[in-house]
């Protein structure tokens, strides 16, 4: 088996989905938020750890594994779940990502074969291609593998985009050709920028392809809220209701709210550790910096309502002074504290799904998240 999508319940009153994603490696409900685990480990976290934040499905990253340690390296240690001792599913993203942002000359780097990069470890010459990305991830052996698309960045103009859809589009039935993997699931990738002509003409044409699942990419580049969220509508409008549905890369909370509300299953970003390492935590009332003064003798948790390891044992002015004072447990900390909001988050909006009340639930939840933080 690959992967199976078993729609449970659509809410009433929006497009927002219920379900379970049954995987080789088990199956877990969604809407879902996945940790990043970029080199095979999620910054600072141990496999105990993510479990007991109850994360399921989590993200390695594709280039990085590509460098060090090598996928041959890790084929030969039995597979990216066996190397990193993680027995519950992994998603490889393409690499694309990473390669578009270190392209000197992102439109020249280009060509119809593939894009041309410097390593950012020791400045080698590197090319990727949609082949080589789905032959690294089928030795990597992750459920869920992903496309090569371009990556455009935002804004560019309709007519690079809809040059850029074409080329997606191309490397996407390259890579489907020599995706080899028989226990490997492979999505495709929708684009078309804020054009929702080409997003639909991406999705349409994508979707006959009869990939195991689907992503929304594109969005969270730059583009202001109303605009993502349009670019979201348009990119799920026509992707099939018996397919999982993927947002790249987006992990602010009122971010998550809006694509569940759109009909998404399953995010992923590296905002959770990236933040706590600057001492920043979420909360019910909005984002807080433990940097700041006002925490130093604050005995109380990070978040009165949150179950995480963090918040039931330790007070913000403990974590602030390891903070202040660079001590790497108060990143862990907060990390964990992070990940578990986030996953806390999408378990709370499936059952505001199967109750019919997401709105109800995006409401309440905006006015205590947004209110603290506009004082």
Not at 134 to 140: A, G, R, W
Not at 247 to 267: A, N, Q, S, T, W
Request: net charge positive.
């Amino acid at each position: 088996m690959k992967i199976r999508y078993n729609l449970l319940k659509t809410e009433k009153n929006t497009q927002a989905r219920f379900g379970t994603i049954q995987t080789n490696h088990g199956t877990y409900e969604t809407p879902m938020f996945m940790p990043v685990g970029t080199r095979a480990t999620v910054k600072s976290l141990s496999k105990e750890e993510l479990k007991d934040e109850h994360a399921g499905i989590i993200l390695s990253n594709t280039y990085h594994l590509w460098l060090r340690p090598g996928p041959d390296v890790i084929k030969n240690c039995g597979g990216l779940h066996k190397f990193m001792s993680w027995d519950q599913p992994i998603l490889t993203d393409s690499g694309g990502f990473q390669v578009f942002s270190l392209a000197k000359n992102k439109r020249k780097d280009i060509t119809e074969e593939g894009v041309h990069f410097k390593s950012h470890i020791d400045g080698q010459n590197l090319f990727l291609t949609p082949e080589k990305s789905i032959e690294i991830q089928n030795k990597l052996d992750s459920d869920i593998a992903m496309s090569f698309d371009e990556c455009p960045p935002y804004p560019v103009t309709y007519e690079y985009m809809k040059k850029s859809v074409e080329r997606t589009l191309r490397w996407a039935k390259r890579g489907k050709k020599v995706h080899n993997n028989p226990n490997q699931a492979l999505f495709g990738i929708v684009q078309g920028g804020e054009f929702t002509d080409l997003r639909e003409y991406s999705c349409k044409e994508t979707v006959k392809l009869d990939f195991d699942g689907y992503s929304i990419g594109g969005t969270s580049v730059g583009e202001d809220k109303p605009t993502m969220y349009k670019m979201v509508e348009d990119g799920i409008r026509y992707l099939p209701k018996d397919k999982v549905r993927y947002l790249m890369g987006v992990g602010d909370p009122i971010d998550i709210i809006e694509g569940v509300i759109r009909g998404v299953d399953i995010f992923d970003c590296v905002l959770p550790t990236r933040i706590a390492r600057h001492g920043q935590a979420f909360t019910r009332g909005g984002k807080i910096n433990l940097n700041n003064a006002k925490y130093k003798e604050d005995l109380n948790p990070i978040d009165n309502s949150c179950d995480c390891y963090t918040c039931k044992n330790y007070s913000k002015a403990y974590i602030r002074h390891l903070i202040t004072t660079g001590e790497t447990l108060g990143g862990r900390l907060l990390s964990i504290h992070n990940i578990r909001f986030l996953i806390k988050l999408t378990e709370e909006l499936r059952e505001a799904i199967k109750n019919d009340n997401i709105l109800e639930y995006r409401k309440e939840f905006l006015t205590k998240y947004e209110g603290k933080q506009k004082k």
